[in-house]
């Protein structure tokens, strides 16, 4: 690289959301020192992932913090839906964590895995707030689990308001339920990635946005980049989203149009 060769930073594309949906929880930052990456699965914000990898054992550690004092569950789905899933249960009743490893065959109650190949860390319930902590392998163990894999990862979640009488008896989770597409393997926080002194910074958003109640909506926007006095080059981008409006963006897409515009 030249040392007149200018590298432009793209630091914020997404959608700036105006509309405030009341949030139910907030990141815990007790669980973000432990868990470097996490996300909320819902656009609610009721049902918080958070995660952290040891690949030197193939181990992956997860966190799920529930707005409910009932059951959660954490599944992974071939495209998103139940059948062919691998899939976790958990509850606390009366100071008691417990967890379950199950598959689903079907649009059903997952059956329990007669190999339980997932390990509870840590169990609680406070302020009608649920979170377990749970590890297990990276890669599947037998033909009922599924493997976490390079790329998108499809999860499931559900949850309901009260605890199960028995392991049979989980209650439908009814609408507490979703999907969502998540880079595990991948994850990164910018701010750990060391960028040259002379990159360039350039906030790009979508303005005061009054979000429409359709379940989705597609907003466009063309903006022209600085001119610059050397040739440069487009390295890398970090989405900024109004805080408590996580949940609302499912993803964003850059396309060049002309020369200095996105």
Same mark, same amino acid.
């Given at each position: 690289?030249?040392?007149?060769?200018?590298?432009?930073?793209?630091?914020?594309?997404?959608?700036? +959301?105006?509309?405030?949906?009341?949030?139910?929880? *907030?990141?815990?930052? #007790?669980?973000?020192?432990?868990?470097?990456?996490?996300? @909320?699965?819902?656009?609610?914000? !009721?049902?918080?992932?958070?995660?952290? %990898?040891?690949? !030197?054992?193939?181990?992956?550690?997860?966190?799920?913090?529930? !707005?409910?004092?009932?059951?959660?569950?954490?599944?992974?789905?071939? #495209?998103?839906?139940?059948?062919?899933?691998?899939? +976790?249960?958990?509850?606390?009743?009366?100071? *008691?964590?417990?967890?379950?490893?199950?598959?689903?065959?079907?649009?059903? %109650?997952?059956?329990?895995?007669?190999?339980?190949?997932?390990?509870?860390? @840590?169990?609680?319930?406070?302020?009608?707030?649920?979170?377990?902590?749970?590890?297990?392998?990276?890669?599947?163990?037998?033909?009922?689990?599924?493997?976490?894999?390079?790329?998108?990862?499809? %999860?499931?979640?559900?949850?309901?308001?009260?605890?199960?009488? @028995?392991?049979?008896? %989980?209650?439908?989770?009814?609408?507490?339920?979703?999907?969502?597409?998540? #880079?595990?393997?991948?994850?990164? !926080?910018?701010?750990?990635?060391?960028?040259?002194?002379?990159?360039?910074?350039?906030?790009?958003?979508?303005?005061?946005?009054?979000?429409?109640?359709?379940?989705?909506?597609?907003?466009?926007?063309?903006?022209?980049?600085?001119?610059?006095?050397?040739?440069?080059?487009?390295?890398?981008?970090?989405?900024?989203?109004?805080?408590? #409006?996580?949940?609302?963006?499912?993803?964003?897409?850059?396309?060049?149009? *002309?020369?200095?515009?996105?």
């Amino acid at each position: 690289r030249s040392s007149d060769l200018g590298i432009v930073m793209l630091s914020s594309f997404a959608l700036f +959301v105006f509309l405030h949906l009341a949030s139910s929880l *907030q990141v815990d930052p #007790n669980l973000s020192l432990e868990y470097p990456f996490s996300l @909320s699965l819902d656009e609610k914000e !009721n049902y918080w992932l958070y995660w952290n %990898l040891d690949r !030197n054992v193939g181990v992956i550690s997860f966190a799920v913090q529930v !707005n409910t004092p009932g059951w959660v569950g954490l599944g992974i789905s071939p #495209n998103g839906q139940m059948p062919n899933s691998d899939i +976790v249960t958990g509850w606390v009743s009366d100071g *008691q964590g417990y967890l379950q490893d199950r598959f689903s065959m079907g649009r059903s %109650l997952p059956l329990i895995d007669s190999i339980q190949n997932i390990e509870l860390i @840590s169990a609680s319930e406070s302020n009608q707030v649920t979170t377990l902590e749970f590890k297990r392998n990276i890669k599947a163990c037998e033909s009922k689990d599924r493997s976490v894999v390079v790329g998108t990862t499809r %999860l499931i979640w559900a949850y309901h308001s009260i605890d199960p009488d @028995s392991p049979d008896s %989980l209650l439908f989770h009814e609408r507490n339920m979703g999907w969502r597409s998540v #880079n595990l393997l991948d994850a990164r !926080n910018t701010d750990d990635i060391p960028f040259p002194d002379d990159v360039a910074h350039v906030d790009v958003t979508m303005g005061k946005v009054n979000v429409p109640s359709a379940s989705t909506t597609y907003w466009c926007k063309t903006v022209t980049l600085p001119k610059f006095e050397s040739e440069a080059h487009f390295i890398g981008y970090d989405p900024v989203v109004e805080p408590g #409006n996580e949940g609302l963006v499912h993803h964003a897409v850059i396309s060049v149009r *002309q020369r200095y515009r996105i």
